[in-house]
C-alpha cells in the first residue's frame, strides 16, 4: 500500500551544518532504510519515478528553518538482492544491461531500480612537494577545474543562410582531459599539467551505508507493479526467469528474493478460495437436507454461480482486481446470495404441494413473496452505503468489499425472482400422490406440515411466547442486559497482523558511532541470525537510507535495519521469540526491537508529548516514557526524542587574519583535508561524476586535525579545535516541540492495554507547559470505531426508512429494528468464546448483520400481514406466518452460517487478516437473531397489534355510544376464520 510519509527537514543556518538532515516518521509499511541504498540519483530525477512531491513548507526554528515535506512513497512489490564477485559498478552496468530489461518486459511491471551503488568520482590527490615547488595551492587547482570544466554560450551569428552557435569550452568528458589540464600557480611561474603535481583518479565515494544480504553485499533490484498489474503473476514471471537472470550475471552472482507480496497474496487467494468453495459445498448440503431433492436443490444453488459470475462483472467493469478483499467478499456473500432463491424456491414448493396447476402455483408463490425478498435484499444492501462515505483507512480499504457484496447481492435477487421461477417450472413437479382436489392437496399438505418434528416443536413454543407476552419481553431484556454484561471481556485490536513472512529488525547504537563501529556490531547480530532456524534470509542495511541520502542529508551511522525473510513451514512468533532471545544474549549492540515486517499497518501505541520549552519537553517525555514502561503488555518502549550528537568545533582566533585566514577560507582548507572539496564535474561514460580535490592524508582524528598543516602555520595554531555538543534536532507538531514515545503491544487485546495506558496518564502529572495525548494504533482504532460507530446509526436509519416504505407503517418497522441490538449478543458471545478481539472487520461483521438480521424478519412480517389482510386474527396471523415461515428462515440462517463456517475456523490458516472476525461475528449474530425472528418478533409484533385493536375497538365502542347502539357493539366477538391445519 501506499502511505504518506511526513518528514521534517531541519538545516542551522551555520556554514559546518548546511547540509540537509531529514528526520521523521514513516508510515506502516515503509521502511526508510528500504533494502539498499540508493546512490544514484542525479538530481531529482531518479527520485521523482517513486516518490511524488507534494506540500512544502517553512518556518523559523530558533537558529534553524523547520521544513515539513509530505510526500507518497510507492513502496516496491518485490526486492532482489544481487551477490557478485564483481565491484559494485561493473554489478550494477551489467544489471542494467541484462537484468533490468528482462524485468521490466514483464506484463504488469511499472519500474524496475537498481538500488545500493555507491557513486564513482574523479578524486585529484595534490602532490605537497610538487605543488609547492610549481607555486600552486588547493585553492588554485580547484579555481583551475572550475573553469576548465565549464561551458560558456557565446552567442550566434548568420553566415551562407544558417544560423551558427558559439559555445566556447565544453567540460570533461574523459579522466584524461583532467589529467591534461594545465594549471597555472604563482604568477611568473610556467604552468604545470595537473597529472604532474597530483594523483588524478577515478574511484568510489566514500561511503555512507552498507547493505549485505546473507553476509555478503549487495545491491538492490526494486520491482514496482504497475496500477493494473498482479503481484502473483509478477511474482511467477520473476521465479520463472532467476534461473536465466543467474546465467546472464555469470557463476560468480546470486539474486536472493528477499521481499516478495506475490507467495503472500496468492496463499491467501487459494485459502479464500478454498474455504469459499468448502463454504459453497455446506450450503448446498444444507438446503439438500431440507428440500430432500436434488432437483430443487440444483435449482436453488445454481443462485451462487451466477450471482458471483455477475458480481466478476461487476468488478471487470469498474476496474477492480480479484484481491484478498474482493475474494473474501464473495466468499462472505456464497451463504447470503443463496437466501432469497430458498424463501422463492421453498413457497413455490409449498404451492405446489397445494395442488394448484404449475404455472399458476409458481406465478402466486412468486409474487407472494416478491415484496418481502426485495425489500430483505436492498435492506442488507443498504448498510453497506454509509461505508463509501466512510473516511479515511477504513472506507479506502473497504470500498471495493462492500461493491462486491452489494453486486453479488444484487444478483442474487435477480437470479431468485427470474432465473429460479423458471428452473422451476422445468424441473419440478408437485409431490406424488397429491389430490387433484386443490382444497384437499392444501388440506393434507398443511396437516403434513403441521406433523413435521419442527412444526411440532416450534408451535407450541411461539403459542406460549405469544400468549405470555411479559414474560418473554422479561427473558429478552433480561439477554440484552446480559450482552452488555459481556462486553467488559471482549477484547478490542485494530487489525489483526495474521501470520507473518518477513520480520523486521532495527538497532540503534549510542548517538555519533562511526559507520565502523555500527557496521561491527551490526556483523554479531547477522552472524546470530544466521544460526537461528526458520529464517531463510536476511539483508541489513547500516546507514542513511535511500530515501534520506537522496536528500543529500545526514548518515544516522549509528543505525541500521534488517529484513528477516522466514521460511515457508515456520512460525513468525517462535522465530521473533528466537531473534529476541538471541539479540538478548549479545553485549555492544545498542537497543534492538523486532516487529512484523509486512503486516497491516502499525500495531505500536505511541504517546505524543508537547512543551514549548526544550527542558520541559525532556522532563515530561521521560515521564511518560517511564509510565508507558509499567505497562504489563508492552515491550520495545522508545522515544524519538533526539539526543546531541557531539562534533568538532573549529574557529578561527585572533592569529588567523595574520597568517591570512578566516572561518571562510578555513572552512575550504578543512573541508578538503577531512571530506574533500567538490570543485568541478565530469560527464564519463554518460554519467555526471563529481572531480573532487582530497588531502593526500586526510585528516582522521581530533589530533590530526589540530596538527593540519596550513602552510607555514599549523591549524591548531590559528584556530581553536574542540570537541563541543551538537545542536538537537527538534519535532515541532502544531508550533510546539513534540516528542514521540512508542511501546509495541505484546498481546491481541489493544483496546485494553490503551485504556491502561489512558489510565496512567491521566494519573500522572506533567510538568508545567507539557501535555500528552495518545496516538498510534490506539487512535486509529479510536477513528476507525467511530467512524464505523456513525456508518452503523447511518445504516440503521437508512433500514428503518426501506422498512416504512415496504410496510407503510412505523411501528411495524421499530419491531423488526428492536432484533438488531440482540444479534449482538451471539456476535459478542462467539467473539469471547473463539478469543477473537473485536477489531475493524469484525465491526464490519456488525454493520452486515444489521442488514442481515432483519431479513428473515421482514419476510415473517410480511406474510403476517397478508393472513392478517385475509380476515385472520392476530394471534393466529403470527402462528400461521411463522410457521410457514420456519423452514425458509432456518435454511437461509443455516446455508449462511455453514458457508462461513469454514472461514471462521480457518481451515487452511491463509484466508486473510479479515475473513475470519468477519465470519465470527456474522455466525454468532445469525444464531442468535434467527430465534429472536421466530420468537421475539412475533411476540413484539402480537404486543403491538392487540393493543392497537383494542384502542380500535374502544373507540368504535365511544362512537356507537354517542349513536345509540353502545350495547349491541360492545357485546360483538371478534370472529375471524380459523387457518386450516390449526
Not at 70 to 75: A, E, F, Y
Not at 546 to 571: C, H, P, R
Request: aromatic share 4%; proline share 4%; glycine share 10%.
Amino acid at each position: 500500500m501506499c502511505g504518506t510519509c511526513r518528514l521534517a527537514h531541519r538545516w542551522p543556518r551555520r556554514f559546518g551544518d548546511s547540509g540537509i538532515r531529514p528526520a521523521g516518521r514513516f508510515p506502516p509499511g515503509v521502511d526508510p532504510g528500504g533494502a539498499g541504498t540508493p546512490r544514484r540519483f542525479p538530481g531529482r530525477g531518479a527520485l521523482s519515478r517513486s516518490i511524488s512531491f507534494g506540500e512544502l513548507t517553512a518556518a523559523p526554528y530558533n537558529d534553524s528553518i523547520l521544513l515539513r515535506t509530505r510526500l507518497k512513497v510507492r513502496q516496491p512489490d518485490r526486492l532482489l538482492a544481487v551477490t557478485s564477485d564483481k565491484d559494485q559498478q561493473a554489478l550494477s552496468d551489467q544489471l542494467d544491461r541484462t537484468v533490468v530489461p528482462d524485468l521490466k518486459g514483464i506484463d504488469g511491471v511499472g519500474q524496475v531500480t537498481v538500488d545500493g551503488v555507491r557513486d564513482l568520482q574523479v578524486t585529484v590527490t595534490p602532490d605537497d612537494t610538487k605543488t609547492a615547488k610549481a607555486g600552486l595551492t588547493s585553492a588554485a587547482i580547484g579555481q583551475a577545474l572550475q573553469a576548465g570544466g565549464v561551458t560558456v554560450p557565446a552567442g550566434s551569428f548568420d553566415e551562407d543562410g544558417s544560423n551558427r552557435t558559439v559555445q566556447v569550452g565544453g567540460g570533461f568528458t574523459s579522466l584524461k582531459q583532467i589529467q591534461d589540464l594545465m594549471v597555472t600557480g604563482t604568477p611568473g611561474k610556467k604552468p604545470v599539467r595537473l597529472a604532474d603535481v597530483a594523483t588524478v583518479k577515478e574511484e568510489q565515494a566514500t561511503a555512507d551505508s552498507i547493505t549485505r544480504t546473507d553476509g555478503e553485499p549487495s545491491l538492490a533490484l526494486n520491482v514496482t507493479m504497475d496500477h493494473d498489474g498482479s503481484a502473483v503473476a509478477i511474482s511467477d514471471a520473476v521465479q520463472d526467469r532467476l534461473a536465466d537472470m543467474r546465467g546472464d550475471l555469470g557463476a560468480g552472482a546470486t539474486i536472493t528474493v528477499v521481499s516478495d507480496q506475490g507467495p503472500a497474496v496468492k496463499k491467501s487467494i487459494d485459502g479464500l478460495t478454498t474455504e469459499g468453495a468448502l463454504g459453497l459445498l455446506f450450503a448446498v448440503l444444507v438446503i439438500l437436507v431440507f428440500l430432500a431433492s436434488i432437483r430443487s436443490t440444483l435449482v436453488t444453488a445454481v443462485s451462487i454461480p451466477l450471482s458471483v459470475v455477475l458480481a466478476l462483472i461487476v468488478l471487470w467493469t469498474r476496474d477492480l482486481s480479484l484481491n484478498m478483499l474482493t475474494l473474501g467478499a464473495l466468499t462472505i456473500a456464497i451463504g447470503r446470495v443463496v437466501d432469497d432463491s430458498i424463501v422463492v424456491l421453498e413457497n413455490i414448493k409449498r404451492h405446489l404441494g397445494y395442488g394448484e396447476e404449475r404455472e399458476e402455483a409458481i406465478l402466486k408463490a412468486v409474487r407472494e413473496v416478491a415484496g418481502a425478498v426485495t425489500s430483505s435484499t436492498l435492506t442488507t444492501v443498504a448498510v453497506f452505503l454509509p461505508i463509501g462515505l466512510t473516511g479515511g483507512m477504513v472506507g479506502e480499504l473497504f470500498g471495493s468489499f462492500s461493491l462486491t457484496v452489494t453486486a453479488a447481492l444484487l444478483a442474487s435477487l435477480l437470479v431468485s425472482l427470474t432465473v429460479v421461477p423458471v428452473l422451476s417450472y422445468w424441473f419440478l413437479r408437485a409431490p406424488k400422490g397429491t389430490p387433484a382436489d386443490a382444497e384437499e392437496a392444501r388440506r393434507q399438505a398443511e396437516e403434513k406440515e403441521a406433523r413435521s418434528r419442527l412444526q411440532r416443536f416450534y408451535v407450541p413454543v411461539l403459542r406460549f411466547a405469544t400468549r405470555r407476552r411479559l414474560t418473554s419481553v422479561a427473558i429478552a431484556i433480561v439477554v440484552l442486559v446480559g450482552t452488555f454484561g459481556m462486553a467488559p471481556l471482549l477484547k478490542t485490536n485494530f487489525f489483526d497482523q495474521g501470520e507473518q513472512e518477513v520480520l523486521t529488525v532495527k538497532q540503534e547504537l549510542k548517538p555519533g558511532t562511526s559507520l565502523a563501529a555500527t557496521d561491527a556490531s551490526a556483523q554479531q547480530v547477522e552472524k546470530m541470525l544466521a544460526g537461528v532456524d526458520g529464517i531463510k534470509d536476511y539483508q541489513v542495511t547500516i546507514g542513511s537510507s535511500g530515501f534520506m541520502a537522496a536528500f543529500g542529508g545526514g548518515t544516522d551511522t549509528n543505525q541500521a535495519s534488517y529484513q528477516v525473510m522466514l521460511e515457508d513451514s515456520a512460525s513468525a512468533d517462535e522465530v521473533q521469540d528466537r531473534i529476541e532471545e538471541g539479540l538478548g544474549k549479545l553485549s555492544g549492540v545498542g537497543t534492538t526491537t523486532v516487529a512484523a515486517g509486512d503486516g497491516f499497518g502499525s500495531q505500536d501505541l505511541s504517546v505524543v508529548v508537547k512543551a514549548a520549552d526544550a527542558g520541559v519537553l525532556r522532563e515530561a517525555a521521560e515521564e511518560v516514557r517511564d509510565e508507558v514502561a509499567k505497562l504489563d503488555d508492552v515491550t520495545d518502549v522508545t522515544s524519538d526524542l533526539a539526543q546531541s550528537v557531539p562534533r568538532i568545533s573549529v574557529k578561527a582566533n585572533s592569529k588567523a587574519a595574520a597568517a591570512g585566514f578566516n572561518d571562510a577560507t578555513l572552512g575550504v582548507a578543512v573541508g578538503e583535508a577531512v571530506r574533500g572539496t567538490t570543485s568541478g564535474k565530469a560527464i564519463l561514460d554518460d554519467t555526471e561524476r563529481d572531480v573532487v580535490i582530497k588531502s593526500a592524508k586526510p585528516a582522521q582524528t581530533l589530533a590530526e586535525l589540530k596538527n593540519l598543516s596550513l602552510g607555514a602555520v599549523k591549524l591548531g595554531d590559528i584556530a581553536t579545535v574542540q570537541l563541543v555538543d551538537g545542536p538537537v534536532s527538534m519535532t515541532r507538531i502544531d508550533g510546539q516541540r513534540a516528542a514521540t514515545i512508542t511501546a509495541k503491544p505484546t498481546g491481541d487485546n489493544t483496546g485494553a492495554v490503551s485504556a491502561d495506558l489512558t489510565s496512567k496518564l491521566d494519573a500522572l502529572k506533567l510538568p508545567d507547559g507539557a501535555t500528552a495525548e495518545i496516538g498510534g494504533v490506539s487512535q486509529d482504532q479510536d477513528d476507525s470505531f467511530a467512524a464505523l460507530g456513525l456508518a452503523m446509526l447511518a445504516a440503521i436509519a437508512i433500514v428503518f426508512m426501506l422498512l416504512v416504505a415496504t410496510f407503510r407503517s412505523l411501528i411495524q418497522p421499530l419491531i423488526l429494528l428492536v432484533s438488531i441490538p440482540f444479534a449482538a449478543t451471539g456476535a459478542i458471545g462467539l467473539l469471547i468464546a473463539t478469543g477473537t478481539p473485536m477489531g475493524v472487520p469484525a465491526m464490519i461483521g456488525m454493520l452486515m448483520l444489521i442488514g442481515i438480521v432483519v431479513t428473515n424478519a421482514i419476510v415473517l412480517i410480511d406474510l403476517i400481514n397478508q393472513y392478517r389482510k385475509q380476515g385472520y386474527g392476530t394471534v393466529e396471523a403470527v402462528i400461521e406466518g411463522g410457521r410457514h415461515r420456519l423452514r425458509p428462515i432456518l435454511m437461509t440462517a443455516l446455508a449462511t452460517i455453514f458457508a462461513l463456517l469454514p472461514m471462521a475456523l480457518g481451515v487452511t490458516g491463509e484466508g486473510g487478516f479479515i475473513a475470519q472476525p468477519l465470519a465470527v461475528v456474522v455466525i454468532g449474530g445469525l444464531i442468535t437473531s434467527t430465534l429472536l425472528t421466530l420468537l421475539l418478533v412475533p411476540t413484539l409484533y402480537t404486543v403491538v397489534e392487540l393493543r392497537k385493536e383494542r384502542r380500535a375497538k374502544k373507540k368504535a365502542a365511544k362512537r356507537a355510544a354517542k349513536s345509540g347502539g353502545a350495547a349491541a357493539t360492545a357485546g360483538e366477538e371478534d370472529k375471524s376464520p380459523e387457518p386450516a391445519g390449526v
